[in-house]
Each structure stands twice: as structure tokens, then as C-alpha cells.
């Protein structure tokens, strides 16, 4: 399968036929799948960015190599790394500091950091190092080259970290029950790109550029950083120790990258309403081709999904996080187990719960989908997705997305009300008299430059940011119900202005389904880690992610992925789900 709009697989898969004249089972609709509850179940798959970017790297055998390392025993110094691949080459000149606990945060406001980057678009001269050398500590009063595609920073995972340089001095490997409490040696703290700090915007980059893939530079960043790690233990190890070893190749591949997200994901969501649909899309366009597979008993889907799902409940049975609010790994293991009891007896008698069943996979999903937690049912559609490799690459070819709103000024309003209905039915459900529907407002820190929900009555001083996308659609309906069906939009946005925004995302996005959560941001219920779970876990594809007071989310990326020399020689691209080395 070709790249292709999502949106369009997703309205073909309802029409088009398998070989032996089934129709493929259509996808969920929106009204099951958009509830927040449900986002927040979904689990890292093939078509999440990091895991599309790891293929791509891997079948294009990029090179990634080290042309210096210079750092101190005190872990100051610098590193250049070149990324060559079919279409361009990169560099990442690399700043490490010396440790200092003060001023260091998961947050963007940071002030310390173990390690600053900075992804060059080409190769970088000894004058554009210097000058990044001098511009890139400045962060926000900072300036990017020109051909900037991400500045990156990081900082150490203090325990995990020194464990691991105090073990290699000694000439031995790191104790994997350290280690795997977190699964990192660094996490990222910050990847700016897309026209920050005068970065290269993605939509300046060439239709070849080996870049342009959603997240693509940041994902690259994020890897780097990962490598760096590795190459800064293994240095301070030698500065102890003229016999220390290095860290071996399982262990590098097990340990990813430390990434932690908060609430600027919620205006992530509300401002890029087709990269969510299109992601939606193209996920459950997936699943419903892998329920419509004509499996057999003994056949090799069967017998790859069971190894999956054995993969996946040693996965889960490993996980050492601690999980305050979200599902233990515990639990879900065990639901994955009763899962795989399923599809073994299906390969034993050919039979899904003591009955043929014309789709055996998707008989799987609807008997276990009541009895399972919604994150065990979105585990076993992520594996689903595993069977259907080239459809799955396809889509995830094709979340590239153009955002831009337009007004449709000629659309008559009874036409615009027919979208309103058809569309956002969902938000005239909502009950918004009440104090408790808008409990909360969305606003900026202007100290931390971060993205804060407080008390509407606590902050009246501040500007709502937030999408009330309930409320707006309430009010819009009722002004359209005053209006005349054949008066065109134009003249109504000039009488009522207050709408212009609203209309023009409503009409822009008048093609897709899969755009808006079904949610009320500003309520006293709604939880803001679903959201922020749906794109962390789900579009980017990071593992073991806990949560914070329900608004951070911290996670591994790349946990398990192949290391550089592996994606030269296109080696161990079925990386997801690690188990801990031996």
C-alpha cells in the first residue's frame, strides 16, 4: 500500500473487499473512540512517530558516526556526531556540562543541563559550532543558524546514571534492577524545532527531505540523545578506570531516552485537529484490515500474534515503574494472559469462544473487550497492527497534514448548521449551566512559559487559551437557530464575529471525523493525563509512562530500539516490548 490520506483508507476499508469476498470490517466510529477515557488507552504501535522514524532509519541503513569526543573527566567538553542518509546529511554538535544539581527540572524552564545540541540541516563548520557554542545556553534569547532543524537538551538520570559509570569502571555491566527502574541514562528536557529560536520550519523542508516525516527531526534528536548517553558513560568510566569496560550492546539497546510532557499537550491537541485525525485514522484503518485477516488455526498470523503476545506480557511482568493513578503493568499482564488463552484456544479447535466465527481476530477483540481493561484491548489491537506491516507503513506515511484554516464565506447557513449537527452532536450533550462545567481556565505562565489550568475564579486576570470547543458550539447553535438557513455565512460572521474562528475550523475540517475529543476542558471531571497520554503513548510511541498529580506524564523512548550500527546494517527493527537482558 502506497502513502495516502488516512482519511481516504479510512472511508475505503468501509467499501472494499478482501479476496475471498468478505468486506473488511469498518472502522470504530468516532463516537466510540474519541472519548478521553478511550485515547488514554491507546498503546505505542507501528504507526507512532518514533517507531515509523526507527523503520525508516533502518531501511535506508542510515549512518550514524562519531567524528569527535572530547570530554572531561568532570564531563565537560564537546562531541560531533554526522548523520548521513540516502537523500542528506546532518550533524549534531553536542555541549556537555559538568553536573550541577541546581536549576535542573523535567520542565522546559530549566535553567542546568547535562547536554545541548543542535541538529544541523548539512554539515556544520568549526564557525558554526562556535557560534551555536554561544548561542544555544541562551535558549529563549538564543539564535538559531539558519539551517537549525532542532536544538536539543537533556540531563542525567542521576542514580541510573552514576550506577552505571561507578559499574563500567569496575570493568562490569551495570545491575539491570537499576538500571530498568527508570530505563534511561538521560531525558530529554526540551526539543525545539519548527521555527523556534529561528529553527528551519518543517513546511520550508523539500518533499525529499529525509526529514520530512511527522516529528521526524525531533524523533532524530531525541535518538541522538540516547547515544550521547551511552558514549558519555563509557567515556567517564575510562577517565576512572584504564580497565573499565563499555556498556554492552543489549543493555545500550534496552535503555532508551527519558522524555516527560505535561499540559502543552492538551493545546497540542486542540491545535492540530487533522494531524489527530489522520493519526486516528490510520490506526484504526489498520486494525480493522488485521480483523478482517482469514487466519487459520495453525497458520503463521496465529502463530505470530501468539508471540506477540508473549512478548508483551514479559514486557509488562518486568515493568519496575510505580504507578500512582494509572493501570499497574501487573494488571495488565494478567488480562494479556487470559487474552492469549483466547487465541490458543482458537489455534486448538478453531473456535473463538466455542464458536466459528467468520473474522476469528476480531471475534478475539469483541469477546474480550467487555471483560478487559481498555488498555488490554488496546495492546492487543497494537499487536493486531503487527500483522498487516505493509498497510500499517502506508498509513503511517501519511500523517503529514496541512493545519491551515479557511473561512468558506458562500456556505449557506443551513448547510453549516447540517455540520454542526453532524459533527459536534456530542457537544450539545453537555450540560453547561453549572459552576462545575466551567471550573477551570487555560492560560500561560509568563514567568515558566508553560501552559497552566487553574481556578476561573482564582486567575481572573488571565486570558483563557483553552478550546471550549462545548460551549462555543452551544452558543454557535443557537445564534445559527436565530439565523436564516439561506443567509450566507459571510453576512453572519460579519453580524457575529465572535464565531469567525470557530466556523472557519468547522468548515476546514468539514472532510474528517476523527479531529475533536469528545471532552469539556474546562470542567471540574475532565483529567487532563488522557489527553496527554493519547499523544505521548499513542503518537509517539513511548513506553512505561507514569503520571504526576494526573498532568505529567514521564516515559522511555526508544526503549529497546536498534542502536546506530544496527540501522547501518538494517538489524533488529522488531524492537518494541524489550525484555530486561539477562
Known sequence: ???????????????????????????????????????????????????AFIAKAAAERWNISKLSFDVAETAEGRAHYRIETPTGVFDLPVFSFKYNPAGRTGRIIGRTWDMMASLIDGKASLEDIEQISRELPKLYTGRALPQTLAWARSNRSSRAFNHTVESLARGEQPDISVVAEVCYL???????????????????????????GTLAAQMLGAYMMRQFATDLVNALARHKSPKSAELSPEIRRFLGVGNGSALGLIFYANNHPR??????????TAIAHAKSLQVTPQGDDVKRLLALLDRAIVFRRQDRMVYDALVPSEKVAGELVDVRAVLAEFAATGKVAGAMAVYPLAAICDH???????????????????????????????????????????MKLGRLRELLHADYSWCLKFDLSTEESRRYIWYKSATAEEPRRGPADEVEWAHNLGLDLPRLIQE??????????????????????????????????????????????MAADFVPIQIVR????????????????????????????????????GKHTDWFYPAEPA
Open 368 to 410: 474480550i473487550e467487555p471483560k478487559v481493561l481498555p488498555e488490554t484491548t488496546e495492546t492487543l489491537h497494537s499487536l493486531l497492527i503487527e500483522l498487516v506491516p505493509q498497510i500499517a507503513d502506508g498509513l503511517a506515511d501519511s500523517l503529514i497534514v496541512d493545519e491551515e484554516i479557511r473561512t468558506e464565506p458562500n
Open 1 to 51: 500500500m502506497t502513502a495516502k490520506s488516512a482519511t481516504a483508507a479510512g472511508r475505503e476499508v468501509r467499501s472494499r473487499t478482501l479476496a475471498d469476498g468478505r468486506p473488511v470490517i469498518a472502522i470504530r466510529p468516532p463516537e466510540q473512540v474519541m472519548k478521553p477515557e478511550r485515547l488514554a488507552a491507546i498503546q505505542p504501535s507501528r504507526i507512532s512517530v518514533s517507531r
Open 186 to 212: 538521560m531525558r530529554n528536557t526540551g526539543l525545539d524545532g519548527n521555527g523556534t529560536f529561528g529553527t528551519r520550519s518543517f513546511r520550508a523542508l523539500e518533499p525529499d527531505h529525509a526529514l520530512r
Open 476 to 521: 454557535l447553535e443557537a445564534a445559527l437557530a436565530e439565523s436564516p438557513a439561506d443567509q450566507s455565512t459571510a453576512i453572519f460572521l460579519m453580524r457575529n464575529p465572535r464565531f469567525r474562528t470557530l466556523v472557519a475550523r468547522m468548515q476546514s475540517l468539514q472532510d474528517v471525523r476523527y479531529h475533536s475529543p469528545h471532552m469539556n476542558i
Open 275 to 284: 494531524m489527530l485525525d489522520r493519526f486516528l485514522v490510520a490506526r484504526e
Open 534 to 569: 493519547l499523544l505521548n503513548i499513542g503518537l509517539h510511541g513511548i513506553d512505561k509512562t507514569r503520571d504526576f498529580l494526573n498532568r505529567n506524564l514521564r516515559g522511555v523512548l526508544f526503549h529497546g530500539a536498534p542502536l546506530p550500527e544496527d540501522l547501518r546494517e
